[in-house]
């Protein structure tokens, strides 16, 4: 049976708990795109003693929204990371950052058929096209 005080406990989402490759699997993208994410300087994790990248919650979310924005709004890192400054600024949540930006995309007019066509055009980056038979 949970007591009150267990009831009512917050969760840290800003613990840095997950590593690289949980995050990785969780968004079904490379561990190379987080790293480049760092480099970037948009999605900084905390690094453990022996400078491993640990995740929190907050980056995870973080790193939804980077992923919403290149890919449905086909964006490059450097308008990301201006979206991400704004947000911060705007102090808007973590965890609301996807619904906040999604809203600011429909009333700019951004629609669903736009963003499918962001969608099949950045799948498409950097790959070799097909040999034909």
Not at 9 to 29: E, F, Y
Not at 75 to 89: D, F, Q
């Amino acid at each position: 049976m949970l007591n009150k005080k267990s009831k009512n406990q917050k969760i840290d989402t800003t613990a840095a708990i997950l590593p690289i490759s949980s995050i990785a699997s969780a968004l079904n993208i490379h561990q190379r795109t987080l790293r480049i994410y760092d480099n970037e300087g948009i999605l900084s994790p905390k690094r453990t003693e022996k400078n491993r990248r640990n995740y929190s919650l907050d980056d995870l979310e973080k790193a939804k929204l980077i992923l919403f924005l290149t890919r449905n709004l086909a964006l490059n890192l450097a308008g990301v990371k201006i979206i991400l400054t704004m947000l911060e600024k705007n102090k808007v949540k973590a965890n609301e950052y996807l619904n906040y930006v999604e809203k600011i995309a429909k009333e700019a007019g951004i629609d669903t058929k736009k963003q499918e066509n962001n969608i099949e055009k950045t799948s498409k980056r950097g790959r070799k096209p097909k040999a034909e038979k």
